[in-house]
Each structure stands twice: as C-alpha cells, then as structure tokens.
C-alpha cells in the first residue's frame, strides 16, 4: 500500500521554521499572546512543547506523517476565552509568517488550507458562545 501524497510540494524544514516563527510573533502578540500563556504556559519549555505538537499537526495535515495525535477542535471548544474574534489576528500574523517564509503559490496553498480550518473552528466556537442559536442583532 502506497502512502498517501502530501497536500502540496514543501518541507518538513520549512513547515518546522513557519511554526517556530509564527509562534515566536504570538507569543509576543498584546491580545494573543496572553490566551495562548493561558493555555501553552509560561516558560521556553511549555512553548517548545506547544510547537512541536503544532508542527507535527501541520506536518500531519500537509505532508500526511502519522505524527499528530490530538483533536484540536475539542482544545479549542474546551478553551472558554478563547474567541471567534481571536482568528482574525491569528490568521494575520500566520499570513504575514507564510508570505515572508515560503514562496507565493506555497504560502497561498498553505493560507487556504488554513482558512478553511478556521472556519470550521470559528463556526464551533460561534456555537459554542451562542447556545439559543439565535442570533444577536444590533
């Protein structure tokens, strides 16, 4: 049986260098930053942990390596001050990281799969937030 390709053409190197680059912009994020604290922790090793299981995630959801074992939804959905509102700057600083890390047409095709994950979570999290399922108006 022959392993499944990966998602698009890029490196473990590279995905390992976007990681540990957008994480070290979150980490000094004014509104990111403390969320994340909240969850990663405080010190160099919490957040070299943190990394190294979003980089096997992202290792995992691109180049397809039985890496990751986690449900990334379920921590988010658990994470109760973790808000829609917090993707939008997440998905800057990931853009602003893939644009300047990797050429064009990977950045491109790593920010679409990115955007759809978002949007799954945003979907939940809105969920989550918003029980009667009716909507705010004003």
């Known amino acids: 049986m022959s392993a499944i390709p990966p998602r698009f053409d890029i490196t473990g190197a ?3 260098q976007v990681v540990q680059t957008f994480y070290a912009r979150v980490r ?11 969850h990663v922790g405080t010190t160099d090793a919490d957040w070299d942990a943190h990394i190294a299981k979003i980089t096997n995630f992202w290792r995992n ?17 658990q994470a109760r001050d ?9 998905l800057g600083l990931f853009e602003e990281v893939l644009r300047a890390e990797l050429p064009k047409d990977v950045a491109e095709t ?5 955007h759809r994950i978002a949007r799954g979570f ?3 999290l809105a969920d989550r937030d918003n029980p009667s ?6």
């Open 14 to 16: 590279s995905i390992d």
């Open 28 to 38: 000094a994020h004014p509104e990111l930053g403390p969320v994340f604290g909240n």
């Open 61 to 77: 959801a691109i180049l397809r390596e039985p890496v990751y074992n986690g449900n990334p939804m379920q921590v988010h959905m």
């Open 82 to 90: 973790v808000r829609v509102g917090h993707f939008d700057p997440w």
């Open 110 to 114: 790593w920010l679409a799969l990115t």
């Open 122 to 124: 945003k979907i939940q």
């Open 133 to 138: 399922g009716i909507p705010a108006l004003g």
